[in-house]
């Protein structure tokens, strides 16, 4: 199988948030590019991607975690205490000592690390940057309507290129259009297999929190991202979810 010579865009568009999983794992079985990792996470291991996909939820609050149908030998991604723990971390800025940053943090209690040299010693200080985001969007709604483009929040800081881990979720925009808030959102790079599930799950759910208190409807989920993928691990799950053989890839003998 020749390389391709161009980009392969994939639209994907699914009723919940079930649906979109469902279809995204199929469509990568059938147009993924298998590659080794070279940098990141599982470095040296290989990683099913595409080269840039749009997943489409119309009605994401329908059904947030995935359908594993009986009798399948394979355990589900997540689940909804997962989930409903997972919304806590994205609307707190709690953190531990060991992480650079979480998603909560970015969002609602963002802070920026400046080194300092005292003594002949160089000491790290966090300095807040006394903005709530997600509060920020609800009152700018609220106080000046719903024709903005500017309703945007921020997960990603210039001086993330640096970190051993950067955040995967970059960017959740926000629309209000025929009544609802709609979230588009950007991933740099996204595990389809158990991120996927979970992180468009507690998203959701703030997405709900949001819509209540500005007074509109909920409403869509696009996302967006160059790095959704699978790694090497979860193939065989994908391929038993979807009742589909190998990577297409791999059965067209692009690689071995």
Known sequence: MPEREFLEPVFIDAFDLDDAWF?????ILDKGHVYTITRGSYEGQRRLEFDFVVVKVRKPSHQIIPIIPEGMSIPSPTDMDYIQGYLSYLLTGTKTETEDYTYGERLVEPKVKIKQNVGGKDLVKEMPLEVNQVEEVIRMYKEQG???????MEIGMPSDIKLVDPPCLR???TRIRYGKLHFILYFRSWDLWGGFPSNLGGLQLVKQYMAEEIGVQDGEIIAVSKGLHLYE????????????PAPLALRNGALK
């Open 23 to 27: 279809q995204t794992l199929s469509e």
């Open 233 to 244: 691990y979860s193939w065989d799950l994908a391929k038993l979810r979807t009742n589909k």
């Open 171 to 173: 960017l959740i925009d």
């Open 146 to 152: 719903h024709g903005t483009n500017q309703a945007i």
